[in-house]
């Protein structure tokens, strides 16, 4: 059985709440980068709130309907991003939340890398039927890489964001756990 | 239209902490019945502890516990007690417990019907891929109850249980989906009549 | 048109109220009863509850409104005696952007089928557009729910998203769409249909 946490170009370790935060608090301040994220309107927050948001996660213990992780290069361990996985238990569908923290790192293959790893975990480990996830359409970079992922596009709810003034979409996309294995499948 | 609650004596109607703490003593000083009880270890307690405990338990709906009462469908009088606990979720599988307080429903079907309409609900509305059970091996009927519902034995834990100066097996029984569904059609308490549901708004 | 004498919570045969602590428990928690009105409401498992549980439900509802102040809930009721028939709500309110999601549900399977859904739903367009100034309210539906799908379109919801095979229910999986309507589709839509009924 294949190594679940090891890719070509990255690695998943455990979210810890010092590490992480030492990054997200500089990650935060890209607004580029949270743009093509988040939804939201754009906050600070201190290393020591995003430090206790993420350890009061844990306080909870073990939660089957959550799954995220710290993503580092495999060169160099270096802290990149993140991605998590939301569950629907009773449904059996995750969606997914992934972003690469470090700007260097964008348009390398880094994202492709994550999402396959994200992928592989959600339907040989975690065996859901079905991926989700929304992007901004603005975010083409991010479209490319869901596609070659092997996401479908399955609609876009119209008019949703507003930034700068002015209004664009929400793309929503999905692939089927048939999908996956289809493309996946002397490689699960 | 038939709904996933009702079966053919019996419908599954909410666990009123309430109701079920003023139920309980009598339930439980029979001791045959505390005896035969197979529940999971929640609901073996006294009654006033159980009902702050039974109210914050039932009040969380987490997706993974689901408390029902029993009742007759002839009058509408509570008669037991169920419960399904997911405690494997990349098994799909959860434990299910079942009482009937009232003893002279005791051996009647109600047992049976209670069970066809729990598993209903396990793949049907939380899309469970199986269901287990624990059944002591002195309760003949209870497993006699089961195995109609299409349980199968999957094992036993030998002389677990320390009773009348002897030991006793506790039985594993365990039913598939697959299983399930080559004796039940999963559409017939739901089935959505279209005609039905585009005339209502 | 700048029509502030026209009553948001009343309508023709429904008005729009605040939760009733004392009286609507036991009825929600008959609806509650319910597996095929539950299952048409929400996609999460349909659960019995117990009037006790529907209150404290009520209490954390209306805390959250206060705390988050991103959800508005209306508890429906018949103008010929009161009773309570129903629960509409607008929820997961983005202010920054102007969206809301729609929730609403006729409760009692004998009150169904008279319009008063319709009625309903109008109202909560319009809470939605001229009241919270929202600029798009959006719709998430089960495929098998066909009568919402069919009101939605009614009032120009335009079907968005197809979730392809989303919810597992009845040992089988279903698509869940996504319906949008923004706001100047309402205006146009309000104008056509008060032109048509004045015609």
């Known amino acids: 059985m294949r190594d679940l946490f090891r890719g070509e170009r990255v690695h998943l370790t455990f979210e810890e709440p010092e590490t992480h935060a030492k990054s997200e608090v500089r990650w935060q301040l890209d607004s580029e980068f949270v743009r093509l994220a988040d939804s939201d309107p754009l906050e600070l927050s201190s290393e020591k709130k995003i430090r206790d948001r993420v350890e009061k996660r844990f306080e909870k213990g073990f939660q089957p309907e959550r799954y995220s992780f710290s993503v580092r290069t495999l060169t160099e361990d270096k802290l990149i991003g993140f991605f998590g996985l939301y569950l629907d238990l009773i449904h059996s569908e995750a969606w997914v939340g992934i972003g690469i923290g470090e700007r260097d790192f964008w348009g390398k293959g880094y994202g492709t890398d994550m999402m396959k790893i994200c992928l592989r975990y959600a339907f040989s480990e975690l065996g859901v039927q079905r991926v989700a996830l929304g992007l901004h359409a603005y975010n083409e970079r991010a479209l490319r890489s869901y596609e070659k992922a092997g996401f479908r596009l399955e609609g876009r709810t119209r008019q949703d964001m507003l930034r700068e003034g002015k209004r664009t979409d929400t793309l929503w996309m999905g692939i089927l756990r048939e999908e996956w294995l289809q493309q996946n499948g002397d490689n699960p | ?201 | 048109m700048f029509d502030i004498q026209t009553q948001l919570f009343e309508g023709k045969d429904i008005r729009f109220g605040p939760i009733d602590h004392e009286k609507d428990p036991q009825i929600e928690a008959r609806w509650t009863h319910d597996s095929d009105f539950m299952r048409m409401m929400d996609i999460s498992p349909a659960r019995p509850m117990s009037a006790a549980l529907v209150k404290k439900q009520y209490e954390k509802l209306e805390k959250q409104i206060d705390e988050d102040k991103n959800l508005y809930h209306f508890a429906i009721r018949a103008r010929e005696d009161d009773r309570l028939i129903g629960k509409a709500a607008i929820q997961w309110i983005e202010w920054a952007n102007g969206n809301g999601f729609l929730r609403l549900g006729i409760g009692a399977a004998e009150d169904r089928g008279k319009g008063y859904g319709s009625e309903a739903l109008r109202m909560l367009l319009r809470f939605g557009f001229a009241e919270l100034n929202l600029f798009r309210l959006s719709a998430i539906v089960p495929e098998y729910n066909t009568a919402a799908m069919a009101s939605l379109k009614k009032f120009g919801f335009v079907e968005e998203v197809r979730r392809r095979q989303s919810v597992e229910r009845d040992a089988r999986r279903w698509d869940v769409l996504v319906f949008g309507l923004l706001k100047d589709e309402w205006l146009k839509h309000s104008e056509e249909v008060l032109r048509q009924a004045q015609a």
């Open chain 2, 1 to 201: 239209m038939k709904d996933i609650f009702t079966g053919k004596l019996v419908r599954l109607s909410a666990f009123d902490p309430d109701e079920m703490s003023k139920a309980f003593p009598r339930w439980y000083l029979n001791s045959e019945y505390v005896r035969l009880l197979n529940s999971s270890a929640r609901v073996m307690q006294s009654p006033k502890a159980a009902l702050k405990w039974m109210e914050e338990e039932v009040g969380e709906m987490s997706p993974a516990s689901y408390f029902f009462s029993i009742r007759t469908l002839a009058d509408d009088k509570l008669i037991g007690e169920l419960g399904l606990d997911v405690f494997n979720w990349s098994g799909r599988d959860a434990f299910v417990g079942l009482g009937i307080g009232e003893t002279e429903y005791w051996g009647k079907g109600y047992g049976t019907d209670v069970m066809n309409v729990l598993l209903r609900f396990a793949f049907t509305e939380i899309n469970l891929r199986r269901v287990t059970l624990t059944v002591f091996e002195y309760n003949p009927r209870a497993i006699r109850s089961y195995e109609k519902a299409g349980f199968r034995h999957e094992g036993r834990v030998r002389q677990m249980l320390n009773r009348e100066g002897r030991r006793w097996d506790e039985l594993f029984m365990g039913i598939l989906r697959e299983e399930w569904l080559e004796l039940n059609d999963p559409t017939s308490a739901g089935e959505w009549n279209r005609k039905e549901m585009d005339k209502n708004l």
